[in-house]
């Protein structure tokens, strides 16, 4: 099967839905499809003799995307386009929400659904931002989503429901040669018998930054030694509000007195965020929209056995068992936070169940399964 991912964001653009399609590719190649990526940006060294095919055609993602799509697609003769859509990864222009009415005449368009954020419209367009998504679920052959909580939403709306698909872990455990975990800590900076919380991914308003800054003060007035690890690139290339936000945590790092216990790694290669990860004694991803499967950073912290703190979710998925494979707490609250990591500080055998758990959990989305599941999904279109 000759299969077309449109994605406006890939690497070596930072991003998970690029990591993600990348990702996807190669494992629907391992799978038998003849799976390549169109996209935009500047051409990149091995595009085309590399282990996926990128076509970097696309001049922008406004309107005229339209036919830098179309003319892509008629070129390359796809038996199936699949969207990886995700707001702000097209600038949150309506244009791409669009394109698969006018072409789903010409070519089956799949539309995956990383997250439901709404395009800018005009101001004031209120309720018709979403309806621009809902209408790109609605002309798609098919939705795909990757949470229970975009399923949620979206099964009542559509005549057939959205296709359950989970995200995999777009950062496998492949440390540098040599990986000592211990020399890596004190490379690192961290001390003696001091306690390593990661935190990975980008930070934006959804993620809960200043609730783990809050966190980490509380924890060390409890006279705690603990130290926090921001590990990667810090906004990444799409979403331009990430700035504003970073600049809050920052301040807010300055205004509690912790910066001495902050790291930041910034960007740096997937060997050395598996090093960064399998050196820490605990991740925290306090989402304020709690614990979700679409989160790139947490499938990270699953796959590397890490033993994960998070948030509950409106809607908790049933793989999902506090105490046994993760740590929930409220969202929004820095002392529950707190008190639920000192616990676990104290409690080396509970830290120990809650890392096995998450080896198992991550065994659940494995990406050639996902590549499977995905290649059903056209199979029924085609």
């Given amino acids: 099967m000759r299969v077309c991912l449109v994605t406006a964001e890939y690497p070596p653009q930072q991003g998970g839905v690029g990591d993600y399609t990348r990702e996807l590719a190669a494992a629907l190649r391992r799978q038998g499809a003849d799976a390549f990526v169109v996209t935009g940006g500047a051409p990149v060294a091995g595009d085309a003799a590399g282990p996926v095919p990128v076509e970097r055609c696309i001049r922008g993602w406004g309107w005229r995307a339209w036919w830098d799509l179309d003319r892509a697609l008629r070129r390359l003769a796809p038996q199936v386009a699949n969207v990886q859509y995700q707001a702000a990864a097209y600038g949150l222009h309506p244009a791409i929400n669009l394109w698969p009415r006018r072409a789903g005449r010409r070519w089956p368009i799949v539309v995956t659904f990383h997250d439901l954020r709404v395009p800018y419209l005009f101001p004031k367009a209120g309720r018709l931002r979403f309806r621009a998504v809902l209408e790109m679920a609605r002309s798609a052959r098919r939705a795909i989503v990757t949470n229970i909580e975009d399923q949620a939403v979206l099964a009542p709306l559509l005549a ?12 496998h455990p492949a440390p540098p040669p040599g990986f000592d975990r211990e020399g890596w800590r004190r490379k690192a900076g961290a001390a003696e018998g001091e306690t390593v ?17 809050r966190t980490l003060a509380g924890l060390r007035q409890r006279g705690l030694a603990v130290s926090l690890w921001m590990i990667g690139g810090q906004v990444g290339a799409s979403d331009p509000t ?3 936000y970073l600049a809050r945590v920052r301040q807010l790092i300055g205004e509690l007195g912790v910066e001495p216990w902050v790291r930041w790694t910034g960007f740096v290669s997937p060997a050395e965020v598996s090093a960064y990860l399998l050196s820490a004694d605990l991740c925290v991803l306090p ?3 709690g614990v979700s ?34 740590a929930l707490v409220p969202p929004g609250d820095a002392e529950a936070l707190a008190g639920r990591i000192a616990a676990l500080i104290g409690d080396p055998a509970a830290r120990a169940r809650l890392g096995e758990g998450a080896r198992g959990l991550a065994r659940r989305f494995e990406w050639d399964g996902i590549a499977r599941r995905t290649l059903e999904v056209y199979d029924a279109l085609l």
């Fill in 160 to 171: 057939q429901p959205p296709a359950l698909i989970p995200i995999g872990s777009n950062i």
């Fill in 242 to 244: 990430n700035q504003a």
């Fill in 293 to 326: 499967f679409r989160r790139g950073s947490l499938m990270a912290a699953l796959a590397h056995g890490l033993p994960v703190v998070s948030t509950v979710p409106r809607l908790l998925p049933p793989e999902i068992q506090d105490g046994q494979n993760m």
């Fill in 197 to 213: 919380l990661a935190y990975f991914g980008f930070l934006n308003e959804s993620k809960g930054g200043e609730e783990l800054v």
């Fill in 287 to 289: 989402y304020r929209d």
